[in-house]
């Protein structure tokens, strides 16, 4: 989501330059930016409230887990923050990340690349699948393309919240920047994936807790 601040002229120009930037990698060979390339690979996931089996339930942990990812509202503000019209299409959205390491600040353009809304089969069966993706455009300190997903094994009302990625090391015109997050750039890929999965399932179950629904997807008794 926003960070607190109002989407201004400012900010809606600056997305509208980023809706037309040049992408950092080409999509159509994703299956090629694997770790035998020189690609850092990178997928964690963590559980998140259950819910009763069947399809995702209205209000339960699976909804609850898809608007909280669509207001980019789970990863750690004092490492990522993002800026973004809400009114915009979540498909081709263009976002404004500001990253914060150490003592270096950047402005990260980004642009969703693909919205997931699936049932496909899994490990333990069919999963419905909610999510998103979104790549990294030019003037971002990487190259590659995230992606976030909420999955449900339909058969247990398991849930359960991924991400996965493929980057590398982008351009970093200032050299003490670029010596700086080689130093330290793998390690924080790590803390924004884990406190991003931990922040999705600590701001699920408050949602849950909020909207009276108990872990397995029933809402408690008036």
Same mark, same amino acid.
């Given at each position: 989501?926003?960070?607190?601040?109002?989407?201004?002229?400012?900010? !809606?120009?600056?997305?509208?330059?980023?809706?037309?930037?040049?992408?950092?990698?080409?999509?159509?060979?994703?299956?090629?930016?694997?770790?035998?390339?020189?690609?850092?690979?990178?997928?964690?996931?963590?559980?998140?409230?259950?819910?009763?089996?069947? &399809?995702?339930?209205?209000?339960?942990?699976?909804?609850?887990?898809?608007?909280?990812?669509?207001?980019?509202?789970?990863?750690?503000?004092?490492?990522?923050?993002?800026?973004?019209?809400?009114?915009?299409?979540?498909?081709?959205?263009?976002? !404004? !990340?500001?990253?914060?390491?150490?003592?270096?600040?950047?402005?990260?353009?980004?642009?969703?690349?693909?919205?997931?809304?699936?049932?496909?089969?899994?490990?333990?069966?069919?999963?419905?699948?909610?999510? $998103?993706? $979104?790549?990294?455009?030019?003037?971002?300190?990487?190259?590659?393309?995230?992606?976030?997903?909420?999955?449900?094994?339909?058969?247990?009302?398991?849930?359960?919240?991924?991400?996965?990625?493929?980057?590398?090391?982008?351009?970093? &015109?200032?050299?003490?920047?670029?010596?700086?997050?080689?130093?330290?750039?793998?390690?924080?890929? &790590?803390?924004?994936?884990?406190?991003?999965?931990?922040?999705?399932?600590?701001?699920?179950?408050?949602?849950?807790?909020?909207?009276?629904?108990?872990?397995?997807?029933?809402?408690?008794?008036?």
């Amino acid at each position: 989501m926003s960070d607190g601040r109002p989407i201004d002229a400012e900010l !809606l120009a600056r997305l509208t330059e980023i809706a037309s930037m040049e992408p950092t990698v080409d999509l159509t060979k994703r299956d090629s930016y694997v770790a035998a390339a020189g690609w850092n690979v990178d997928a964690r996931e963590v559980a998140l409230p259950p819910e009763q089996p069947g &399809a995702p339930a209205p209000n339960a942990s699976f909804a609850q887990a898809r608007a909280i990812l669509t207001a980019y509202s789970f990863p750690p503000p004092r490492l990522i923050r993002g800026r973004f019209d809400p009114s915009a299409p979540l498909d081709g959205r263009a976002m !404004l !990340l500001t990253a914060t390491f150490l003592w270096m600040h950047f402005e990260l353009p980004v642009r969703v690349s693909r919205v997931i809304d699936e049932t496909r089969s899994g490990e333990h069966g069919a999963e419905a699948v909610w999510g $998103y993706s $979104y790549q990294t455009l030019a003037g971002h300190i990487e190259r590659g393309e995230i992606t976030f997903e909420i999955i449900k094994t339909l058969d247990t009302g398991a849930i359960r919240f991924r991400i996965h990625s493929f980057s590398q090391t982008g351009h970093i &015109a200032n050299p003490i920047h670029r010596i700086g997050f080689r130093i330290v750039g793998r390690r924080l890929q &790590a803390r924004f994936a884990v406190e991003s999965l931990r922040n999705m399932q600590q701001q699920v179950t408050r949602a849950l807790a909020v909207a009276g629904h108990d872990n397995t997807g029933g809402e408690h008794a008036p």
